[in-house]
C-alpha cells in the first residue's frame, strides 16, 4: 500500500480534486478534465477488482492445497509399495504460495492518473501498476499527481507510449499482468486484441465504451459493424444489445489465442458502457464459442424478438461432443403477430451479462466498505437489480408494449404479475427503468397486452397497422392482473437507488479537452 500521510497543499497554479482516497492536481490550463460522473466507475472499478482479488487468491490457494495432496498421495504409494521417498526437496512446500500473491494492473490509457493512482490507495494488494499514456503531458501528470499522493515509482510506474504497443509487448504470459484497463474516449475496439491476449490466465480485464450512439443507435450502423464485428438494433432494448456486442468482440477476439471469456458483470451507466471479464486459455472452451454467439431478429413493427444461436453442440451418449451450424432462421418472412418485417442485429453475445456469486461478493464487499465508496448506494442499487436479472436476452418497456397498441400505459407490477401467474420469469434490467425481462415468448406477451386492452379499451385503431393486427387476434389466455406475490423485487422492496437520476443539469461525457492534447479523467 502507498504512503497515506496528510496530503500537502496545491502548488500555485493547480487546483486540487479529492476523489476516494487520491488528491489530484489539475492545471489551470485545463490540459485533462475532471469529470465527476465517472466517479461511479472508479468506485465500481475498485470493488470488482477488490472482488476478483479474493476469488484469485482462493483458486491459487486451493491450486496449492490440490498439488500437496497429490504429492502427499504419492508419498503414501512409494510407501505401500516399500519405495524410497522422494528426495526432500521434491516435496518441500514454497511458503510464499500460501500468502497473497501481489497483483499487477496496467491501465493502458491513464490520462491524469486519477484512476491508478485510486487503485494503488485503495486496493490493498497491488504490487505494480503501469500507468501509461501516449501524451508527454499527461505522463508528466501523472508522476506529478503520484509524488503529491506519496506513491513510489515502484508502486505506480508512469510510462509513455502508445497502448497498443504497450498491450502487444506484454503478450508473453510471463509478462502479462493480473488485470488490464482499457477506459478510452469512444471505443476500445483498437486495444482489446492486444488486451486480450496480455491479461493473465484468469485475469480480469475491464473495459470501458462510452461510443454508444454506434453501439445503442441505428444511424452508424456500419460504423458499428466495422468497430465491434456487428450491428446494433434499434428497439427499447438497445443498451443490452451495446453491452453484448461489446462482449461479443472481446469472446471472438479472445478465440483467436485460444482463450474464452467470462463474463462477470455488464453494465450500461449513464453514457456509456463497463464490462469486467475473466480471461482464460481453453481451446475445449473456444470451441464453445459459435453455440455462444447469436443473431437477433427484430420485427420493425411490434419489436417482436427471436434469437439464435450460429453454432449447435449434440452430445452422444458416450458424452463426445459433436459441433455444427445451426438451422434457420427461426422466422418466416413476416411476423406472425403484425406483418412486419424482420432486421437482424449481431451477431452478439448470446449467454448470460452476469455472474450472480461473483455479483453477491461484491455486494457483501460494498456493504462492508461504505466509507471507502461515495456512490456507494448507487453501486447497492445497480448491482442488485443486476443480480435479479433472468438470463434471457433483451427486454421490453411498458411504454414500448403499451405504445405498440396504442393503448394506455399499463402499470409494470400488473404486467409482472399478469406473467408471473402465468408461471414465466420475470425481472427488470439495470440499463432501463420501467424494463421488463421475461421468458414468456412473444405470443404470452401480446397475449397480456390484448388482455389489457380488454379491460381499458382502444379507438381509432388502423386494422393494417402492427396495433390493429395485433388486437383482432383474442388472446389464447386472458391475463389476471391481480398483484403477485414475487412481483415486487427484493431490490424494489428494499428502496434502493435502482436508476440514476440526473445527477446535474449539464451532465455527460462533456467535450474533449482543448488544445492539441485530448484526455480526460
Known sequence: MADTTTTPAAPEGFKMVTEGKATILFPDTNEVFYNPIQEFNRDTSIAAIRTWDEIFQEERREKVAQKKARKEAAAAKRAQEGLEPLPEKEYADDASTLVPRGITILEALSASGLRSIRYAKEIPNVKHILTNDLEADAVASIKRNAEFNGISPDLLEPHQGDAIDVLYKHRDPQKRYDVIDLDPYGTASPFIDGAVQAVTDGGLLCVTCTDLAVLAGSNYTETCFAKYGGHPVKADFCHEV????????????????????????????????????????????????????????????????????????????????????????????????????????????????????????????????????????????????????????????????????????????????????????????????????????????????????????????????????????????????EMHPDAVSESRKGHLVRYQVNPTKYWGPQARAGGANKRKS
Open 242 to 481: 451495446a453491452l453484448r456486442l461489446v462482449l461479443n468482440t472481446l469472446s471472438s477476439s479472445a478465440a483467436r489465442y485460444k482463450r474464452h471469456i467470462v463474463p462477470l458483470v455488464s453494465l450500461s451507466i449513464d453514457y456509456y458502457l463497463r464490462v469486467f471479464v475473466r480471461v482464460y486459455t481453453s481451446a475445449a472452451e473456444v470451441k464453445m464459442l459459435a453455440s455462444k454467439t447469436s443473431l437477433a431478429y427484430v420485427c420493425s413493427g411490434c419489436s417482436s424478438t427471436h434469437t439464435q444461436a450460429l453454432g449447435k453442440i449434440t452430445e452422444s451418449s458416450k458424452g463426445n461432443k459433436k459441433f455444427g451450424v445451426n438451422t434457420g432462421p427461426p422466422v418466416g418472412e413476416r411476423c406472425e403477430f403484425c406483418g412486419g418485417r424482420f432486421h437482424v442485429a449481431g451477431p452478439m453475445w448470446g449467454k448470460e451479462l452476469h455472474s450472480v456469486p461473483f455479483i453477491e461478493r461484491m455486494l457483501k464487499h460494498v456493504k462492508e466498505s461504505k466509507d471507502l465508496y461515495k456512490t456507494q448506494p448507487r453501486i447497492m442499487g445497480m448491482l442488485s437489480v443486476c443480480k435479479e436479472e433472468i438470463a434471457s436476452p433483451f427486454y421490453y418497456t411498458v411504454n414500448g408494449l403499451s405504445g405498440t397498441v396504442h393503448c394506455t400505459s399499463a402499470p409494470l407490477l400488473k404486467i409482472t404479475s399478469a406473467l408471473l401467474h402465468q408461471g414465466f420469469k420475470v425481472s427488470g434490467s439495470h440499463a432501463c427503468q420501467g424494463s421488463i425481462k421475461t421468458d414468456a415468448p412473444p405470443s404470452a406477451i401480446w397475449d397480456v397486452m390484448r388482455s389489457w386492452v380488454k379491460l381499458n379499451p382502444v379507438k381509432n385503431i388502423k386494422p393494417d397497422s402492427p396495433a390493429g393486427k395485433i388486437l383482432a387476434v383474442e388472446p389464447k389466455v386472458i391475463a389476471n392482473f
